[in-house]
């Protein structure tokens, strides 16, 4: 077998090894895994979609039926089953919250490490850049954008433009924390050597750099997808969704609008809020867990407090 694959395999033999041990890293890789196998197998688990209105037998639609009346979470104000909308609206929110999380960490991950490596003048435009990105407000910020897209008219999917939105702002905390790493791995002394031999600057940093940072851009990236999922679900709230698709937000948005909670209809507004709850929470235990364990300079402080402790008399 390829020494690379061996190697590899070690590699995730060891990880496992440390990571089932973690309760909190098990709790937050099954709170996400149920999430993501809810919105695959979405048609498998209710026999309805999100539009169907129920009925009963005289032919009226089943408007805020509770749980008791239609299992297992009752229907909406129109009549439609929530547990079909919940299950669905977990393709548009995890779809909307991963790929605006991907396209953050390629982004945050591009200019952390240009900048961390070219140094210079570059390294000072991108990080001024970051730092005026940083300064501003998001959530306002984000209000004016989307608003100001959707009055151009454009033949664009809200879910596209939400995604690009979120996924064009919320890359600058990456980005600061890559350029730090790549600060430091670029003056170790394998780096010069390969410099030295002629290597050419994509070279070393495909080779030598990437993957030392790789580990470090995994974790920080599910603690990004928390924050998407979180944006995604607020910017629908305020309605700035999707009408025409179920997700989470869009579900809250509706409650509330529809009167959900002076009609005492629970069912329609609690079960949304806690998917929310739910995928964000999977995500930030898992990214907490793994940064701990991905993370050089934690994993150096680490060790440097239990070597502390052993050599005191």
Not at 167 to 193: C, F, M
Not at 222 to 240: D, R
Request: net charge positive; glycine share 8%; hydrophobic share 50%.
């Amino acid at each position: 077998m390829n020494p690379r694959w061996l190697l590899l395999k070690r590699n995730l033999l060891d990880f496992w090894k440390t990571f089932r041990r973690n309760r909190m890293g098990l709790a937050g890789a099954f709170l996400v895994l149920t999430a993501i196998l809810a919105a695959v197998f979405a048609p498998l688990l209710t026999p309805y979609t999100p539009t169907e209105t129920m009925r009963d037998a005289e032919g009226r639609a089943l408007t805020f039926a509770p749980p008791s009346v239609h299992a297992p979470l009752g229907t909406d104000d129109a009549g439609r089953d929530v547990w079909t909308q919940l299950v669905y609206g977990a393709r548009i929110s995890l779809t909307v919250g991963f790929l605006a999380g991907f396209i953050a960490m390629f982004i945050g991950s591009l200019f952390g490490i240009t900048a961390g490596y070219f140094g210079g003048w570059v390294d000072n435009l991108l990080m001024r850049l970051t730092d005026v990105l940083l300064v501003i407000p998001d959530l306002p910020l984000i209000l004016v954008l989307v608003a100001t897209v959707r009055q151009l008219e454009l033949k664009v999917s809200p879910l596209v433009i939400l995604i690009l939105v979120i996924g064009l702002l919320y890359w600058t905390s990456t980005a600061r924390l890559i350029r730090s790493q790549v600060l430091t791995i670029k003056e170790r002394q394998y780096v010069y050597r390969a410099r030295a031999i002629g290597a050419g600057n994509w070279h070393i940093v495909r080779k030598h750099i990437l993957p030392q940072i790789m580990p470090l851009i995994v974790a920080n990236t599910v603690l990004i997808l928390s924050t998407a999922i979180l944006i995604e679900s607020g910017l629908a709230f305020l309605g700035l969704g999707d009408p025409t698709q179920p997700s989470w937000g869009t579900m809250l948005n509706f409650a509330f609008d529809r009167n959900a909670v002076s009609n005492g209809a629970w069912w329609f507004y609690l079960p949304p809020g806690l998917a929310i709850i739910w995928a964000t929470l999977g995500c930030v235990l898992l990214g907490n867990v793994l940064e701990e364990m991905l993370n050089p300079r934690l994993a150096s402080h680490h060790l440097e407090g239990e070597q502390s402790i052993v050599t005191q008399p």
